[in-house]
């Protein structure tokens, strides 16, 4: 069975960048090693900061590259083959736009998404069959505003957010180094309920017309009314 040996998480180096919302994998690491009780320390043959430690008898590595997000994957290629860790024994923890903060989720292979720290661990690892952890950071709304929104920090309420889920989904690595998948995935994908959006008022009937003409006028003016009403809302 496929186990972890490999624990990375994405993020740019440097002060600047520690409270970015791209760094939510530095984040995840940083957890997780206060949890085994291990320091990460600089190793240029990696280019990042590692450590090797034990979860459950397995022999483990903790990984945060310190190349910059776009050359991710140099980092983790180096340490994964000179320990002959193969792809799938590897879990990326990364920032994702595609979730709230606070969810997350697990899940092996399949597309980068156009993350550049996936894009570049697909090409140096030469496949897309590492395995993935998902921290929701959610999405600004625009395409156009994505860059400023990974490279800015989240207002606390968010922080919060994501803090507990990496709390809470770090305590799957000893299922995750066991070879437990299915396990891992029902703690990783315990996420928060989501809130039920408003419900909105429905528009009052028309009035039973006396003739077609009637109910063709008042069916207009409900539609105005309709119309209006949503013009508040806005």
């Known amino acids: 069975k496929t186990m972890i040996k490999l624990f990375v998480g994405l993020g740019n180096p440097g002060p600047e960048y520690e409270h970015t919302r791209h760094n939510a994998g530095f984040w995840w690491i940083d957890e997780l090693a206060k949890t085994l009780g291990v320091t990460l320390r600089d190793e240029r043959a990696y280019y990042g ?12 590595w903790l990984l945060k590259p310190q190349t910059f997000m776009n050359l991710s994957g140099k980092s983790i290629a180096a340490l994964a083959r000179f ?5 799938e024994e590897v879990l990326v923890v990364h920032d994702e736009l595609d979730l709230e903060p606070g969810h997350a989720k697990l899940k ?8 550049n720290g996936l894009r570049d661990t697909h090409a140096q690892m030469g496949t897309d069959q590492y395995w993935r952890l998902r921290l929701g950071i959610g999405h600004p709304g625009h395409r156009e505003q994505v860059v400023s929104w990974v490279l800015g920090k989240p207002p606390k309420e968010q922080r919060e957010a994501i803090e507990i889920c990496i709390e809470r989904t ?12 299915p396990g891992a995935t029902r703690i990783v994908h315990n996420n928060p309920a989501k809130p039920k959006p408003p419900k909105t008022p429905k528009a009052p009937k028309p009035l039973a017309a006396e003739s077609e003409t009637n109910a063709t006028g008042d069916q207009a003016g409900a539609e105005g009314k309709s119309a209006n009403t949503t013009g508040d809302a806005g």
């Open 49 to 60: 900061e590692m450590a090797r430690t034990h979860i459950g008898g397995q022999t483990v």
């Open 83 to 87: 320990y002959k860790i193969a792809p």
């Open 108 to 115: 092996q292979g399949g597309s980068h998404a156009g993350h």
């Open 170 to 181: 770090a305590k799957a690595s000893e299922k995750l180094a066991d070879g437990d998948m």
